[in-house]
Antibody, heavy 125, light 106 residues
């Protein structure tokens, strides 16, 4: 069955770095776009980043631009999120989520259909 | 960036009630809207995509409607397992964005 398992979370000081991983199984990672979504404690969901199935295009939330880098290794079925210059407001549970395509009036769109259980990042001194 | 406004932010209801949650987009997103359910300590679960298409395995008491800027999620007859937080997501353009959530309480 389709499964996503995040890892790499932990406690890091402000200004520090962390790399999150998301191991995919039960489907061919190279065929799907992938996302990172986060949820701060007691708050709502926030989309963070997207990478195209072949790694040729990426999008980021405004607060992540220049600090976060999404990447993938399709040969290993792993998605990554490199986070640098971390701030207290980056404290959250980070989820990876798989894209699913839909066609609306001849245009392709992509929504998130399967999510991992998340990994917790805490930025604190 | 497209903003989504959900209402209400919280809702109290009883077993068997019919409830409706609304989501308004700051600009036309066609039908590029999804709904998710999230229970405490769990990851979100897809309910509806393309504004009104029921995801696989989701009970038929859940339904979605709308297009353009105004959307609704309806639960026809609340069951005990439906008490959770619900989020809408626009996938019309990047950055994708979520509504702030609606907490459904008993």
């Amino acid at each position: 069955q389709v499964q996503l398992v995040e890892s790499g979370g932990g406690v890091v000081q402000p200004g520090g770095s962390l790399r999150l991983s998301c191991a995919a199984s039960g489907f061919t990672l190279r065929s799907f776009g992938m996302n990172w979504v986060r949820q701060a404690p007691g708050r709502g969901l926030e989309w963070v980043a997207f990478i195209r199935y072949d790694g040729s295009n990426e999008y980021y939330t405004e607060s992540g631009k220049g600090r976060f880098t999404i990447s993938r290794d399709n040969s290993k079925n792993i998605l990554y999120l490199q986070m640098n210059s971390l701030r207290a407001e980056d404290t959250a549970v980070y989820y990876c989520a798989k894209d699913r395509a839909t066609v609306v009036r001849g245009v392709y769109y992509y929504y998130m259909d399967v999510w991992g259980k998340g990994t917790t990042v805490t930025v604190s001194s | 960036a497209i903003q989504l406004t959900q209402s209400p932010s919280s809702l109290s209801a009883s077993i068997g009630d019919r409830v409706t949650i609304t989501c308004r987009a700051s600009q036309d997103i066609s039908i590029a809207l999804a709904w998710y359910q999230q229970k405490p300590g769990k990851s979100p679960n897809l309910l509806i995509y393309d504004a009104s298409s029921l995801a696989s395995g989701v009970p038929s008491r859940f339904s979605g409607s709308g297009s353009g800027t105004d959307f609704t999620l309806t639960i026809s007859s609340l069951q005990p397992e439906d008490f959770a937080t619900y989020y809408c997501l626009q996938f019309n353009s990047y950055p994708q964005s979520f509504g702030q959530g609606t907490r459904l309480e008993l």
